[in-house]
């Protein structure tokens, strides 16, 4: 820094207190400005236990979903026999028994 920053400071410091205050003038903020608020807002707050299960809840959704496959695969052939115990039973297309 310069020697005489002291004095640069209290230069700009008076020049500052003698600019007459603006009345009646909006200030806007720049483009974007809230965005970054909101971002290191977000960015600052503490996760708690919730973020102790984020890494899996992907794995959770994949495990789910391959289990309800496979259990609607096995699911599937008991039904298919239990149909066709009914048309052996009827003794003709279940359709064209609904029909007439």
Request: charged content about 20%; overall charge negative; aromatic content about 6%.
């Amino acid at each position: 820094m310069k020697a005489n920053s002291r004095e640069s400071w209290s230069r700009l410091v008076a020049l500052a207190r003698q600019v007459p205050p603006a009345e009646n003038e909006v200030v806007e903020m720049p483009y974007g400005f809230a965005t970054r608020v909101a971002a290191r807002g977000l960015a600052a707050m503490d996760k708690g236990v919730a973020s102790l299960f984020e890494p899996f809840a992907l794995r959770a959704l994949g495990i789910a979903a391959v289990a309800a496959i496979t259990i609607m695969a096995l699911g599937f052939n008991p039904v298919l026999q239990n149909i066709r115990e009914e048309v052996a039973a009827v003794g003709a297309d279940p359709v064209s028994v609904l029909v007439d």
